[in-house]
C-alpha cells in the first residue's frame, strides 16, 4: 500500500486546510517544488498534489507549479486535482507530465464528463469523491449532497475511472485517525482501486489501513501528519512495505 504525500497549493506556497476551509489554512513552505523533492528523498513513490484555489475558481491557478514538479521528477507518478474542468486542461497536465486527473465537483454535478474523458483519455481519470456520513459532498466541501458515495462510486467504475480518492470531510486536516469502517465499505462494493484520504494520524493509522488493503485500498493521502510530524512518512511507508509483504496482500 503506498503513503502519498500531499501538497496542497495555495497562492503557489505549499499549505494544508482543517476541513476544506480556504480561510483555515496553515502555510508549510513558499517552494512546493522543494516539498516535492523532500518526499521523493524519503521514500514517496506518488504524489498528490492539489490545486485549492483551483477548486474553487474551477479552473487552474497553481497549474505553472504543478508543471514544474512534474518536469523536476518525470519518472514519478502525479496526480492533480482542483479545478480539472474541461478536456483542454487536461490535455496540458498530460502534456506536462502528469499521470492522472482527479475530477471532483464536476464529477458530482456533471457526470456524463466524467464519462467523456475516460473516453477520451483512457487510464488517466480518478474521480475524487469527499463525503461526510456516507452522503457526497461538492465545491470545496461547501455543499452535502443527497447522493450516496456507493451508488456513486459504482457508477463511475462502470465509466472506466481508474481509482476513487476517497476523502471522509469530517476527519481530513482534524488528525483524528482514518474511518476505516466507511473506506473500507466502499472498497469492498467497487472493483477499482481506492485510495484513502483524510485523517491519518500516525503510525497506527499506516497499520490499520494494511489489516484492511486486501479490501481494494491502493494507497492512503497524508498531509497534515508528514508536515506536523505526528507521522514519519519514510518510517510509514517502510512499515507498509513490511506490513503488506509478510501479509502477502
Not at 230 to 240: C, D, I, R
Amino acid at each position: 500500500m503506498l503513503l502519498i504525500p500531499a501538497i496542497d497549493l495555495k497562492d503557489g506556497k505549499c499549505v494544508r486546510l482543517r476541513q476544506g476551509r480556504m480561510e483555515d489554512d496553515t502555510v508549510f513552505s513558499e517552494d512546493p517544488v522543494a516539498v516535492a523533492a523532500h518526499w521523493v528523498e524519503q521514500g514517496a513513490r506518488r504524489l498528490h498534489l492539489v490545486d485549492l484555489n483551483g477548486a474553487f475558481a474551477g479552473e487552474p491557478v497553481n497549474g505553472d507549479v504543478v508543471k514544474e514538479i512534474a518536469k523536476k521528477f518525470p519518472t514519478l507518478p502525479i496526480q492533480i486535482g482542483g479545478g480539472i474542468r474541461t478536456p483542454e486542461i487536461i490535455e496540458a497536465y498530460l502534456s506536462a507530465g502528469v499521470q492522472w486527473l482527479i475530477i471532483g465537483t464536476k464529477a458530482v454535478k456533471e457526470p456524463e464528463f466524467v464519462r467523456d474523458m475516460c473516453k477520451q483519455f483512457a487510464g488517466h481519470i480518478i474521480v475524487g469523491l469527499d463525503a461526510k456520513d456516507g452522503w457526497v459532498a461538492t465545491d470545496g466541501w461547501a455543499n452535502v449532497t443527497d447522493v450516496n458515495v456507493i451508488d456513486l462510486a459504482r457508477q463511475f467504475e462502470g465509466d472506466g475511472v481508474s481509482a476513487i480518492v476517497y476523502t471522509d470531510i469530517s476527519r481530513d486536516g482534524m488528525l483524528q485517525g482514518v474511518n476505516v469502517e466507511a473506506t473500507v465499505r466502499l472498497a469492498e462494493a467497487i472493483s477499482i482501486p481506492v485510495i484513502a484520504s483524510g485523517g491519518i494520524t500516525d503510525l497506527n493509522d499506516v497499520r490499520a489501513l494494511c489489516a484492511v488493503s486486501k479490501s481494494g485500498i491502493e494507497g492512503a493521502i497524508t498531509g497534515r501528519a508528514i508536515y506536523e510530524n505526528t507521522l514519519n512518512f519514510a518510517e510509514g511507508q517502510t512499515l507498509s512495505d513490511q506490513l503488506v509483504q509478510s501479509t502477502g496482500v
